[in-house]
Every structure is written in structure tokens, then in C-alpha cells.
């Protein structure tokens, strides 16, 4: 259902500097880009996640609401991505935990300040 969602940045290299060793953790990595935007994924046929410079080059925005999900899956596998992006420089928005009983996530925002949610969801 998802091909692919697109996150800014202001600076690319600092970007793709954290995304690169954010996301080698759940077995991504740049798939393909240019220079002013590269995309994440496991294949071209699985969704994806693309940091860009916005094209209209106005200055991003991380977008209030707005949050890109990551699986982690695995409780450990969450604590773990969560842990990776505070090391890369990430800031904490609530650290891992149970939030419901079928939904295990840690939050953080990036080095531009967009949310990611690192989760674990079992159903039964």
C-alpha cells in the first residue's frame, strides 16, 4: 500500500550520515537518489523512506502530526534503534516502552527535528 514517503532536511550530508547508519540497523540502506534526495529501503519493491531538500527550496519543516513508523521487530530490536539514533544525535520524545498491550514503540526526532517512531505491534 506504501511506496514511499519523503522526510526533509536542510543539510544532506548530515542526513544521510545519520539515515546510514540509522537504518543499517534494521537492514536498509540508500537504494538510489540524487543530490537532493536519496532513498531508504530493504528493495524498490518494498516501501521506502527518502530524505530530500524540498524541491520548491523553501526551508523544510518537520511537520506537526507528521511521523515516520520503522519496525524494529523486536522489542530489543526497538530499544536498539532507539539507542542508534540517541548515540547519532537524535533527541528523545518518549523512550521506549509499552504503550498499549499490542504495541511496544521508543520516539525520537532527528537532526532536523522530524519524528520517528520505533515500534514493535503483536496482535494475539
Known amino acids: 500500500m506504501l511506496g514511499y514517503t519523503t522526510i526533509g532536511t536542510s ?12 537504518l543499517a540497523e534494521v537492514g536498509a540502506k540508500q537504494l538510489f537518489g540524487m543530490d537532493r534526495i536519496k532513498f531508504y529501503g530493504t528493495a524498490l519493491d518494498q516501501a521506502m523512506l527518502a530524505v530530500c531538500i524540498p524541491y520548491n527550496e ?4 518537520h511537520g506537526n502530526g507528521n511521523m515516520i513508523a520503522i519496525p524494529g521487530g523486536s522489542r530489543e530490536g526497538v530499544d536498539k534503534l532507539y539507542a542508534k539514533a540517541i548515540e547519532l544525535g537524535a533527541t528523545d520524545e518518549g523512550p521506549p ?23 514493535e505491534m503483536k496482535m494475539g
Open 97 to 119: 516502552g509499552e504503550r498499549l498491550p499490542v504495541f511496544y514503540g521508543g520516539y525520537v526526532r532527528d537532526l532536523d527535528g522530524n519524528k520517528l517512531c520505533f515500534f
Open 58 to 61: 523553501e526551508a523544510h519543516d
Open 11 to 22: 543539510d544532506m550530508d548530515r542526513a544521510t550520515e545519520f539515515y546510514d547508519a540509522l
